[in-house]
């Protein structure tokens, strides 16, 4: 059974900075591919960015490139997304997923498994 849990939400001031965790149980995630989402207040789940596990190879929603990091742990099994310059559009909850592909996707739908999701709100 895979279990994804997300961390590291919270309540921050535009321009400000957090870093997600993904912790990753059930297996290793060589092969996968891991992705952030975010499911803003009335929108549909967006991506935002994803890491192919093997490759280390990243991916960016234009709205986060050059703010947002994505990266991966192999010995700790997890993944991060480091969030700069925090803007209030980024607000809403934040979302790991994991897909069994070795290409990266951007679809949601492409995913196999999510964890819970975290709460992440940007004050002006």
């Known amino acids: 059974q895979v279990q994804l849990a997300e961390s590291g939400g919270g309540l921050v001031q535009a321009g400000g900075s957090l870093r997600l965790s993904c912790s990753a149980s059930?297996?290793?995630?060589?092969?996968?591919?891991m992705g952030w989402f975010l499911r803003a207040p009335g929108k549909e789940r967006e991506f935002v960015a994803a890491?192919?596990?093997?490759?280390?190879?990243?991916y960016y929603a234009s709205s986060v490139k050059g703010r947002f990091t994505i990266s991966r742990d192999s010995a700790k099994n997890t993944v991060y997304l480091q969030m700069n310059s925090l803007k209030p559009e980024d607000t809403g909850v934040y979302y790991c997923?994991?897909?069994?592909?070795?290409?990266?996707?951007?679809?949601?739908?492409?995913?196999?498994?999510w964890g819970q999701g975290t709460q992440v709100t940007v004050s002006s």
């Open positions: 890491i192919g596990w093997n490759t280390g190879v990243t």
């Open positions: 997923a994991a897909a069994l592909s070795v290409v990266v996707p951007t679809n949601p739908s492409r995913y196999n498994y």
């Open positions: 059930g297996r290793t995630f060589s092969g996968y591919a």
